[in-house]
């Protein structure tokens, strides 16, 4: 329950400049080509070029280090646990009482890892781009509903204020002489109870506050309402999506219809 | 009906919902264009209830029972949406953090002219206004969560002018704000009335700051009105207002100690000036004549 990290940094790279849409879009394009792609050599490659883009974003060394270092940890589960689940194929590598591993486990292990890899550093590269008054904005442009939009944006908004409560309370208990990391699992949740229930009702008032604001603020007054910014949609834009959608139609139709492994 | 008169109560009495007791209990009291007036009260005085009558989130979304009228700018608030009202009625509250919700300021003040309707280029040149007005142009990045108790306020304040108010109610405003940000929200409030003629209702407990800016004060006690009237007389009697829970102007305090102790029932100031005048004209002569 540490401080909640805004990954976005601002800038003005090709990244930035992009219509938020454009972008999800482009992510959801390349969620599907790398879930699609089952040749390592092909995952390494387009992690390569996705690795291209972070640069190309100039995210800074500080939040890519701390991305990074979980996707890491996920990978290096995967690499050791995958082959000891799948063990299929041959030839077997070691066996170990009722545990095989075999060499094509092992591959599928690191593949998988890379794959998982490919996929965080997509959405991070989102995340490091793009703030997320344009994510919110984006989906309410391509149709989710404007209060669906603010509830989200409240709930983005509020993740800080409520981390900085949970830790303000933990302090007030820890100055009662709590201890949170001491004690068996019962005393040590029960403690956390403690934590949860002053929680909950700031939670619940400053909710109450924030409905009475919104509606001072003529939330709701008319069924159309304006934007201050717009987002507008430039050639630049049509590029990227017409490069995104390439670089997934080909090796699909590689894949599927000439039947060549990719 | 007076186009002078921007809010009025009269015999205005509320208990909110599940309440045993009144809220607000036979209130009158009227706020004329371009006042600034200020209702202090002590925990339960009722001054919130009273600010939410105003742009109607009583009894409109807070419930309860409402008796006699309350009007503004000539309409009654029992007949009017909350949504309609706020246009005419901005609102400051008392928490800086559950008020604020948008990522960036900018959003934040442009939240309410964007659910009005107004087109883009006027809630830019809006936002850029209101900004300004209070001290945080340049600010529009920025998240309001990373700000200062102060600034949240001003931002607040920012948000309710950019819906163009024909009155800005506060409830206790400077609350939450540490001596800084308290003086940098009063500033603002001043050249809100000096400069811009805004009719403001202002709720506080501290008399401090009211009794510098107010045209009118009402006092209030368990939902009732104690006294109201010009600052001066409201506030003169410090020992009055403790009792009620108020804390009262330093100046006052001031004042009315010189008047006890020098025995001179027509010493009277609220300003520092005038503060220092007395003593050098009357309290140094006193002390030499003592030493003599
Ligand atoms: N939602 C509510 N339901 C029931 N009673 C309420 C509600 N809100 C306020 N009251 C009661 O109404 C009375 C006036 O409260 P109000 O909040 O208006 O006072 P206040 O002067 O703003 O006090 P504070 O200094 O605490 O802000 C109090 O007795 C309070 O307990
Ligand atoms: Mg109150």
Redesign the interface.
Known sequence: MTGFVDLYTEGDTVLHRMDPRVKIFAVLMLTLLILMISSLVHLLILLAFIALLVALGRAPFSKVSLALRFVLRVMIMIVILWPIFDPSGTPVLATLGPVRITEPGVMRGITNAVRICCLATVWYVLMFTTPQRDLVRALVKLGVRFDFGLTLSIALRFLPTFSATVESIKDAQRARGMEFDKGSPLRRSRNYISVLIPTIISALRTADTLSLALQSRAYGARRHRTYLRELKMRASDGVALAVVVAAFVMPAVAKFFLKVPV | MDPGIALSLRDVRFRHRNAKGWALDDVSLQVRRGQFVSVLGANGAGKSTLC?LV?G?VPH??PGDLEGVVEVFGADVAEDS???L??R???V?Q?P????????V??EV???????????DE??GR?EWALELVGMAGYN?R???SLSGGQKQRVAIA??LS?RPDILVLDEPAYALDPIGRVELYKVLRELKEKHGMTVLLAERDAEEASLYSDHIVLMENGKVAAQGPPKEVLADPERLVSLGISPPQMSEVASLLRSRLRSPDIDFTRVEDAERTIIERVLPAGRGAAR
């Open positions: 939410m742009n989130l979304t807070v909350v949504a309609k706020s246009s009625v901005g609102m509250f928490e953090e559950s008020q604020l919700f948008c990522m960036t900018e959003e442009a939240f309410g002219p964007e659910n009005l309707g107004v087109p883009a809630i830019k936002v990045d998240s309001p969560f948000a309710a819906m």
